[in-house]
C-alpha cells in the first residue's frame, strides 16, 4: 500500500529565511503533484512532476523530484507572507490505478 | 470555462437526513474524484469514477453513494446522515491515466450534520 509522508507538519518561519518540505513516499511513482490550499479555500495546483530529476520552478517555490529515492521536495526561497498555506503532495500510486494519494500537508506560517 | 463546480456551498442537516451533493466539471474530463477533508487528516478519498456510468470505491466510502450518469457530473449521496460525516467535501476531476493525473479542486461543501 503506497503511503506518502510529509515533514515537518507545520512550519513557521521568519520572512526572508530558506526552507524546504519534504515528500516521501513508500512505492515506486515517477508522477507527483504539488498543491497549495490557503485557509478556508480549495486546492490549487502547484507543480506537476513527471519524471526523475524533473525540477520546476515557481517565483519563490521550487520543487524536484528524486523517484530512486521516492522523495520530492519543495523548497521555499526568501519565505514572503503570501506563501503562508497549507502544502500537499499527492502521488500518482501506479499504472494499474487511477488514484492519487496525498501527503497528510504542511501548514506553512511566515512571520515578518 | 467554469472549471469543477459544487453545489451547495454549505448544509446543515440533522442525523438521519439524506442528501446529495453535485459536481459539475466542463473541462471533458473522464476522471472524477470526491474526497472528505477532516482537521490533521489530509483528504481522503471516498469515491471515485473513470468514466460515464462507471464508480469505484476508495478508501472511506461507508455512508456514501455515487453516481455517473453524465460525463460532466457526479453525485455524492447521504442517505443517513451522520455526526461523523461533518466535514468538509472536495470534488476534483482529472483527464486519464493517458495524461498525468493532475487533479482540479472545486470550492468545497461544508457540511454540517447535529
Known amino acids: 500500500e503506497l503511503k506518502v509522508e510529509q515533514n515537518p507538519l507545520f512550519l513557521s518561519m521568519q520572512e526572508g529565511k530558506n526552507y524546504t518540505i519534504y515528500c516521501n513516499y513508500s512505492?515506486?511513482?515517477?508522477?507527483l503533484y504539488w498543491y497549495r490550499q490557503d485557509p478556508g479555500k480549495s486546492l490549487e495546483s502547484l507543480f506537476v512532476l513527471l519524471s526523475n530529476g524533473a525540477v520546476k520552478q515557481e517565483g519563490r517555490l521550487m520543487a524536484s523530484l528524486d523517484t530512486k529515492a521516492r522523495l520530492s521536495t519543495l523548497h521555499i526561497t526568501a519565505a514572503v507572507h503570501d506563501l503562508s498555506a497549507t502544502y500537499f503532495c499527492a502521488v500518482d500510486s501506479d499504472y494499474n490505478t487511477d488514484k492519487l494519494i496525498f501527503g497528510t500537508g504542511t501548514r506553512l506560517q511566515v512571520f515578518p | 470555462n467554469a472549471g469543477v463546480t459544487q453545489t451547495p456551498k454549505f448544509r446543515v442537516l440533522k442525523t438521519g437526513q439524506s442528501m446529495t451533493l453535485l459536481c459539475a466539471q466542463d473541462m471533458n474530463h473522464e476522471y472524477m474524484y470526491w474526497y472528505r477533508q477532516d482537521p490533521g487528516m489530509g483528504l481522503r478519498l471516498i469515491h471515485y469514477?473513470?468514466?460515464?456510468?462507471?464508480?469505484a470505491k476508495g478508501e472511506v466510502p461507508d455512508g456514501y453513494n455515487v453516481s455517473r450518469l453524465k460525463k460532466q457530473n457526479f453525485l455524492l449521496g447521504l442517505e443517513s446522515a451522520a455526526p461523523s460525516q461533518t466535514s468538509v467535501y472536495f470534488c476534483?476531476?482529472?483527464?486519464?491515466?493517458?495524461?498525468?493525473?493532475?487533479?482540479?479542486f472545486g470550492p468545497g461543501t461544508r457540511l454540517t450534520v447535529l
Open positions: 512505492t515506486t511513482s515517477d508522477r
Open positions: 469514477s473513470v468514466g460515464e456510468g462507471t464508480t
Open positions: 476534483a476531476s482529472s483527464y486519464s491515466r493517458a495524461r498525468p493525473n493532475e487533479q482540479f
